[in-house]
Nanobody, 118 residues
Framework: QVQLVESGGGSAQVGGSLKLPCAVS????????MGWFRQTPGKARERIAR???????SYADSVKGRFIISKDNAKNTLYLQMNSLNTEDTAMYYC????????????WGQGTQVTVSS
């Protein structure tokens, strides 16, 4: 059964940090392409971070240098460490998986809300 379950969302202050775990089943983080997306009302879902099966990383310019994607193969869990948060990071955050190589066939979780306030 495929499940991607995000947690760790909530409220944070500007300049603060949050870490989002995503428990994965039905995919294998050590072999599949994994990513984090976010979406705000009225806007398209945006990919903000991606990690390939070989550990190659990529980030959207909007989060580069502040967010870190990582994975724990033993726990089959994906993480997003978010630092230096600002109000523009307020969004619904989604964990996503793409079987094998990264070719855009994403499957998303239900999402977790992050709200950053000053």
């Amino acid at each position: 059964q495929v499940q991607l379950v995000e947690s760790g969302g909530g409220s944070a202050q500007v300049g603060g940090s949050l870490k989002l775990p995503c428990a994965v089943s039905g995919y294998t983080v050590s072999r599949d392409c994994m990513g984090w997306f976010r979406q705000t009302p009225g806007k398209a879902r945006e990919r903000i971070a991606r990690i390939t099966s070989l550990g190659s990383l990529s980030y959207a310019d909007s989060v580069k240098g502040r967010f870190i994607i990582s994975k724990d193969n033993a726990k089959n869990t994906l993480y997003l460490q978010m630092n230096s948060l600002n109000t523009e990071d307020t969004a619904m955050y989604y964990c996503a998986a793409d079987r094998g190589p990264c070719d855009g066939n994403w499957r998303w979780g239900q999402g977790t809300q992050v709200t950053v306030s000053s």
